[in-house]
T-cell receptor, first 114, second 116 residues
Framework: KAGVTQTPRYLIKTRGQQVTLSCSPI?????VSWYQQTPGQGLQFLFE???????NKGNFPGRFSGRQFSNSRSEMNVSTLELGDSALYLC?????????????FGPGTRLTVL | DAKTTQPPSMDCAEGRAANLPCNHS???????VYWYRQIHSQGPQYIIH???NNETNEMASLIITEDRKSSTLILPHATLRDTAVYYC?????????????????FGKGTLLTVNP
């Protein structure tokens, strides 16, 4: 079974631009979550989507948004990029097995803002 | 979700067992203990999780104390490839796919260094 895939793996943008990252969950997984990882703040939850609806949201500004499609694939968008948005962006999809759910992470997209 | 406390770093000799402790003294009755690890610049990798019984899989064993206030992740025969940051996370299990909270709250974890 293929794992969580994220594209692109690396991205370089300049301040003020916007960026869209893509995530394809494991087949059959309906929940997709996004996280940001920086050296200073560690791994932080951005938001979670389930059946095309945002179900949970972390403490990030409105410049960070996302969506989920009917095939469970998800995208996240960051508008008006700032230097501090440079980070590893991780996507995770979730299964529920025997009443105990587990999140599986993709390899991440490394975003550098210049 | 309950907070966890882990030592910032640990060393282990290759081939020996690595025992990683985690304190979660404020854990609630419906909260599970999850362990993930992250090798440098890769996505976190799920290892194991449990509620109150000890669990074992092909990667590791999870020992949870009877009062559930602490747990230990055991890598029985550590290899150099096990060098990583290990995260202990406590959260409510969501259950069915229509269920609840799939947010994971990561702390700083333990950097395990396996030495040759």
């Amino acid at each position: 079974k293929a794992g969580v895939t994220q594209t692109p793996r690396y991205l370089i943008k300049t301040r003020g631009q916007q960026v869209t990252l893509s995530c394809s969950p494991i087949s059959g997984h309906r929940s997709v979550s996004w996280y940001q990882q920086t050296p200073g703040q560690g791994l932080q939850f951005l938001f979670e989507y389930f059946s095309e609806t945002q179900r949970n949201k972390g403490n990030f500004p409105g410049r960070f948004s996302g969506r989920q499609f009917s095939n469970s694939r998800s995208e996240m968008n960051v508008s008006t990029l700032e230097l501090g948005d440079s980070a590893l962006y991780l996507c995770a999809s979730t299964t529920s097995r025997e009443g105990r759910d587990t999140q599986y992470f993709g390899p991440g997209t490394r975003l550098t803002v210049l | 979700d309950a907070k966890t406390t882990q030592p910032p770093s640990m060393d282990c000799a290759e081939g020996r067992a690595a025992n990683l402790p985690c304190n979660h003294s404020t854990i609630s009755g419906n909260e599970y203990v999850y362990w993930y690890r992250q090798i440098h610049s890769q996505g976190p990798q799920y290892i194991i999780h449990g509620l109150k019984n000890n669990e074992t899989n092909e990667m590791a064993s999870l020992i949870i104390t009877e009062d559930r206030k602490s747990s230990t992740l055991i890598l029985p025969h550590a290899t150099l490839r096990d060098t990583a940051v290990y995260y202990c996370i406590v959260r409510v299990g969501g259950g069915n796919s229509g269920g609840s909270n799939y947010k994971l709250t990561f702390g700083k974890g333990t950097l395990l260094t396996v030495n040759p």
